[in-house]
């Protein structure tokens, strides 16, 4: 599986960053950090009301005060989370069919962890990150290299993009949480605040509205 120059930059970034910072670790919030200053990020964020300066406050308060420095001639060292990070982003683009891994699929294995400060701070701006998630995949399908030689299948795999994203907002964002990002049922259940019978109410609804919205739009599906 193959990583796309956002991803690497992002992820060179946040490396270099722990190092100029001298910071004994290399994090998920040294790649959210790294994260604001990529472009679809930024506009993203702050369309969906999200303030890239104030989250970078945040971030690096939470590095002065949460990370020890590094002694003299040492490496940055890798955190636990920090390479599940990593990892699950590339399994999530694999599992999703795609060619690359994208930062869409770094930020949704960031939601994978338990107790991480990047998803708090995100969280605390009142970013609605499913859709913020949404808008980051998009572009990634748009700009991926792979499909561009092969318009018939870049285009359908955009109108599906295009198809989701029309859906109704609690049918929309399960559908994106589950397809997408691979949550499962009780995640979903639990931090959606709905009973795990209600949540694959929806995905059935999701389905059905969706296969309506594609062969609407000329595309046969398989049932």
């Known amino acids: 599986m193959e990583t796309n120059e956002r991803f690497k930059t992002v992820v060179s ?13 290399v994090t998920p919030e040294h790649i959210l950090f790294a994260m604001t200053y990529d472009r679809v990020f930024d506009e993203s964020f702050i369309g969906l009301g999200g303030n890239a300066s104030l989250l970078r406050d945040n971030l690096e308060k939470f590095f002065n005060e ?25 399994k999530k683009a694999f599992n999703s069919g795609r060619n690359e891994a994208d930062i869409s699929h770094i930020l ?6 338990e107790d991480s400060f990047a998803v708090y ?18 572009e990634s399908i748009f700009n991926d290299e792979n499909l561009e030689h092969d318009f018939e299948k870049r285009e359908q795999a955009k109108y599906i993009q295009e198809a989701v994203l029309a859906l109704n907002a609690p049918e929309r964002e399960i559908f994106l949480r589950y397809y997408f990002f691979y949550q499962p049922i009780a995640t979903i259940a639990t931090e959606m605040n709905l009973e795990p019978a209600n949540v694959k109410t929806k995905l059935y609804r999701g389905r059905k509205r969706l296969k309506e919205i594609l062969e609407n739009g000329g595309y046969t599906v398989e049932t």
């Open 13 to 25: 970034d946040a490396v270099d960053l722990a190092y100029e910072r001298q910071d004994e670790y």
């Open 121 to 138: 701070f995100l969280k605390k701006q009142g970013v609605d990150i499913i859709s913020l998630l949404g808008e980051l995949s998009r």
């Open 66 to 90: 949460n990370i020890d420095k590094l002694d003299t001639d040492e490496d940055v060292k890798f955190t636990h989370d920090f390479n599940y990070v990593l990892d699950a982003a590339i």
């Open 108 to 113: 949704a294995a960031m939601l994978d962890l």
